[in-house]
T-cell receptor
């Protein structure tokens, strides 16, 4: 079983719609959680950290469910520029980050 | 702005060749990482380094070695390239988590093809 699992998608989303997707992690000792964004043929970049109480950054909302060991990302009022692959990232002990395979989102006019 | 640069965007090598991939960061980051990214497998950690001359194995170190002689530079070495090492190689750096979070800054990647 992979340590961090994501639905690869693609999620085809009409412009202006809301899309949400999850990521599950297997290590119950995981300490920190993040969403990274990777545009086509580009490097990954941090989108947002995920806090226990949930957090928002503009149109993006991240949630953490420790009991069920998953995190989620919700994108509201989708823009064409939101089209990307969203990588779920989990940190256990030490400085190592473990990346999920990514969820591809395609926003269409 | 943090900048992580990698020596080549595209590289084609023959089986058995020794390959050097160079990564340089300009933000005085303590930590540096080498990943490979393959379709369906995501990013997998090859090696990382917390300090000069220090290295630790990641999840898939077999067939690779690394060198960190200076703080800003982290090199990945393929001693004898094989076709299954054809991949996108990404370098990343980060501050120590004692002084900052765990955000990693990535270079643009090197697409290596081994024929």
């Amino acid at each position: 079983r992979k340590e961090v699992e994501q639905d690869p998608g693609p999620f085809n989303v009409p412009e202006g719609a809301t899309v949400a997707f999850n990521c599950t992690y297997s290590n119950s000792a995981s300490q920190s959680f993040f969403w990274y964004r990777q545009d086509c043929r580009k490097e990954p970049k941090l989108l947002m950290s995920v806090y226990s109480s949930g957090n928002e950054d503009g149109r993006f909302t991240a949630q953490l469910n420790r009991a069920s060991q998953y995190i989620s990302l919700l994108i509201r009022d989708s823009k064409l520029s939101d089209s990307a692959t969203y990588l779920c990232v989990v940190k256990a002990a030490g400085n190592k980050l473990t990346f999920g395979g990514g969820t591809r989102v395609l926003v269409k006019p | 702005d943090v900048k992580v640069t990698q020596s080549s965007r595209y590289l084609v090598k023959r089986t058995g060749e020794k390959v050097f991939l160079e990564c340089v960061q300009d933000m005085d980051h303590e930590n540096m990482f080498w990943y490979r990214q393959d379709p369906g497998l995501g990013l997998r950690l090859i090696y990382f380094s917390y300090d000069v001359k220090m290295k630790e194995k990641g999840d898939i170190p077999e067939g690779y070695s690394v060198s960190r002689e200076k703080k800003e530079r982290f090199s990945l070495i393929l001693e004898s390239a094989s076709t299954n090492q054809t991949s996108m190689y990404l370098c990343a750096s980060s501050l120590s988590p004692r002084t900052s979070g765990y955000e990693q800054y990535f270079g643009p990647g090197t697409r290596l093809t081994v024929t």
